[in-house]
């Protein structure tokens, strides 16, 4: 029987390969886990007062920052609506800016590109959504399924979720939807756009995000595999009630 001399070699390589995080690489898609890297913005320090922080394996643009549960700043607590399995983080709009979003590309491998191309590929997109008490700050998550130059073949988006459909309470809020991958994808964009609509922090806030391809035929429920493939990867303010970080009143 022949044997292959380098094969041992081969399987430690490839095994340390796919060990190394997702954030340290470009993203690349694969069949029923999640695309989005850091989807729960588990991947780094949340900010314990609402103040910018990085916020790995995304682009940002303004003050989209990540923020911590249980925090004496207003924001939102363990009871409150949200995931049921929350980490210590979500994502927020940040302060002083009407709009901000983080950005993410996912490239897709050639097998996935392939399945694309024969009509045999569904994606499902879903996360956790909201805003704090009566105001109607808010986030929506988009993917834009795109060809070999950029161009973009469709998009899907879930959100916003806004103060009347969580009762005026803060919170996040579940909501998903499923669709066919365009025949002639090869990459897809995912950006969560963070809005302010009253007083001076952008409270758009968005949790476990996920966007999972699956075979025609097999697409899962989006919330069953909503932190499936997110990888486990700081700035000093006021307070949110009182001293320098009004929230309350009219926008800046």
């Known amino acids: 029987m022949m044997r292959c001399r380098n094969c041992l070699a081969s399987v430690v390589l490839a095994a340390l390969f796919a060990l ?3 954030v340290a690489r470009p993203a690349r898609a694969d ?51 949200g995931p049921p399995d929350r980490g210590a983080n979500f994502f927020a709009g940040g302060p002083s800016n009407a709009s901000s979003s983080l950005t993410q590309a996912i490239g897709l491998s050639a097998a ?8 045999g590929v569904t994606f499902s997109l879903a996360g956790y959504l909201g805003g704090f008490s009566s105001q109607n700050d808010n986030a929506v ?45 090869q990459s897809i964009v995912a950006t969560l756009a963070l809005t302010r609509d009253a007083g001076s922090y952008n409270d758009g806030y968005a949790d476990s995000l996920s966007l999972v391809l699956s075979p025609s035929g097999s697409v899962p429920e989006p919330s069953s595999m909503i932190l ?18 009004a929230k309350r009143g009219t926008p800046n």
Do not use: C, H, K, M
């Not at 991947?43 to 923020?67: C, L, M, R, Y």
């Not at 996935?112 to 009509?119: H, P």
């Not at 795109?146 to 809020?173: C, H, K, M, W, Y």
């Open 112 to 119: 996935d590109v392939t399945a694309i191309n024969a009509g």
């Open 228 to 245: 499936a493939g997110t990888g486990i990867l700081g700035l000093l303010a006021f307070g949110r009630r009182g001293g320098g970080r």
């Open 141 to 185: 998550l988009t993917a834009l399924f795109r060809d070999a130059s950029n161009a973009t073949l469709s998009q899907a988006s879930i959100g916003p979720v806004l103060a009347a459909d969580r009762g005026n309470a803060t919170g996040l809020l579940l909501r998903e939807t499923s669709g066919a991958v365009p025949v002639g994808t």
């Open 31 to 81: 069949l029923q886990v999640n695309l989005i890297v850091n989807g729960n913005a588990e991947a780094g320090a949340g900010s314990p007062t609402g103040d910018v922080v990085p916020v790995p394996g995304w682009t940002t643009i303004g003050n989209a920052t990540a923020v911590t549960y249980n925090n004496s700043g207003g924001f939102p607590i363990a009871t409150d609506p």
């Open 20 to 22: 190394a995080p997702d």
